[in-house]
T-cell receptor, first 116, second 115 residues
């Protein structure tokens, strides 16, 4: 069975600090996809990144970076020099390729608050 | 609009009533998904449409839930005999392509409260 665990329920930091959101997943499949989504107060989920299980290269996009480690089944997300606009709930999610669709299994989310 | 549109944004109903929630996907998107998000939880998959047909409805919790997409565009999620446990935000998402490819674009959701 698939499972995504985001152990940090809430994180609060001061602006300009770096912050890492943890994500650990479980799956029996060898081909799967990992995602991060941002959910601002308006409610819609905003796609941040998708990574397939064969690509373990870390990725950087501006202030955002992702560290995928298959050996520990983790896909952690780091925000560098955080800003107040980064405040939101962040979800990590998993989708198995054999499903043939984006049936995402989400973690419980991490509420990130960036204080000015 | 340019994004996924969901109506109503808020719906309050009484236990036992029938409810319809509408999703208008991004024009041209063939894939459409419904997810349900309970308070403090991540979204949970309900159903996936590819075109007009429900390709996967394995996430629907029981037979009180039904969804249609008759013309391959707008979709309606229908809930019969609502129960208090159905209270949640119902999220719709669309994607240009089906399968595992493409980015999902989510709407802002319909918040359902069953009294």
């Amino acid at each position: 069975a698939q499972k995504v665990t985001q152990a940090q329920t809430e994180i609060s930091v001061v602006e300009k600090e770096d912050v890492t959101l943890d994500c650990v997943y479980e799956t029996r499949d060898t081909t799967y996809y990992l995602f991060w989504y941002k959910q601002p107060p308006s409610g819609e989920l905003v796609f941040l990144i998708r990574r397939n299980s064969f690509d373990e290269q870390n990725e950087i996009s501006g202030r955002y970076s992702w560290n995928f480690q298959k050996s520990t089944s983790s896909f952690n997300f780091t925000i560098t020099a955080s800003q107040v606009v980064d405040s939101a709930v962040y979800f990590c999610a998993l989708s198995e390729a054999r499903e043939g669709a984006q049936k995402l299994v989400f973690g419980q989310g991490t509420r990130l608050t960036i204080n000015p | 609009g340019a994004g996924v549109s969901q109506t109503p944004s808020n719906k309050v109903t009484e236990k036992g009533k029938y409810v319809e929630l509408r999703c208008d996907p991004i024009s041209g998107h063939t894939a459409l998904y419904w997810y349900r998000q309970s308070l403090g939880q991540g979204p949970e998959f309900l159903i996936y449409f590819q075109g007009t047909g429900a390709a996967d409805d394995s996430g629907l919790p029981n037979d009180r839930f039904f969804a249609v997409r008759p013309e391959g565009s707008v979709s309606t999620l229908k809930i019969q005999r609502t129960e208090r446990g159905d209270s949640a935000v119902y999220l719709c998402a669309s994607s240009l392509l089906g399968g595992n490819t493409g980015e999902l674009f989510f709407g802002e959701g319909s918040r359902l409260t069953v009294l």
